[in-house]
């Protein structure tokens, strides 16, 4: 079965069958700076890949498609390092309402935002929802890369919760799946120097806004220098089953059933 949208004619993409289940999934990439041991298209690679491995394992009859990669986003919590590119919340977004409204010209109901890069999620939640009410879409937001816990025990007790960008998780999975994108031994190691008993980074209710320039010189947060493909591989077949599990779903959702 082709999955790819960009690959069928427009007469098969006419002659897809749509009229109650079927999924499209549109993975946006990033191109930002990954510390100076992994390259810039980290997220793309992740986003591209990951999506790629889980239709692998769908069964044939499961109607998910994809669209290229959208491969540059909002990323500007990068802004002073070379080698990143973003867009502005605005343009992501009007891009992004373009995109839903050709999903519902061609006859779909499920539209998958499917994003690896962690300054994307606020933005696309809020897409996702906007979306919904504009175009009547069923729309998802998958951060694929964060589905699931971290099956492996973390090797330093500040990678959990610091190591958010090119630490040991990020370039443990790239060693597994794209070798060639690790620069070995330009590997490192970097915290933040960052400490409150009533703020967090992210994912909390109570946040400071924050670049990477605010705490970091390298552009790294964690340790990359602890990451192994071992740890890549047994973190990948977990993670890959259980997307394939959430498109699955997704492909069959109705709201309110």
């Not at 690959?7 to 700076?33: C, F, M, N, R, Y």
């Not at 998910?64 to 343009?91: D, Q």
């Not at 971290?150 to 443990?172: K, N």
């Not at 779903?249 to 109705?254: K, M, N, Q, R, V």
Request: hydrophobic letters at 45%; proline letters at 4%.
């Amino acid at each position: 079965m082709q999955r790819n949208i960009g690959q069928l004619t427009w007469t098969e993409v006419e002659a897809l069958d749509l009229a109650k289940d079927g999924a499209l999934v549109l993975p946006i990439g990033s191109i930002e700076q990954h510390g100076p041991h992994l390259s810039t298209d980290c997220d793309l690679v992740f986003a591209d890949r990951f999506l790629d491995l889980a239709l692998e394992r769908l069964d044939q009859h499961t109607k998910v498609w994809r669209l290229p990669i959208l491969p540059i986003s909002k990323s500007n919590e990068h802004v002073g390092f070379a080698g990143t590119w973003y867009l502005s919340a605005e343009t992501l977004m009007a891009t992004l309402r373009d995109i839903a409204r050709c999903a519902v010209n061609n006859g779909f109901r499920r539209l998958v935002l499917w994003n690896c890069h962690g300054g994307n999620r606020a933005l696309l939640e809020v897409a996702a929802r906007d979306l919904r009410i504009e175009t009547g879409l069923m729309t998802f937001q998958v951060f694929a890369s964060g589905v699931m816990p971290d099956p492996l025990d973390p090797l330093d007790a500040r990678e959990p919760v610091y190591g958010i960008h090119a630490g040991e998780w990020e370039t443990s999975v790239m060693l597994a799946l794209a070798p060639d994108r690790v620069r070995l031994d330009r590997r490192n190691c970097e915290f933040p120097k960052f400490s409150s008993e009533t703020l967090a980074l992210e994912l909390t209710s109570a946040t400071v806004g924050w670049t990477s320039r605010d705490f970091q010189i390298s552009g790294t947060w964690g340790d990359a220098a602890a990451a192994t493909t071992e740890r890549g591989q047994q973190r990948l077949t977990p993670l890959i089953d259980r997307l394939a599990a959430i498109l699955t779903e997704i492909a069959g959702f109705e709201m309110g059933a």
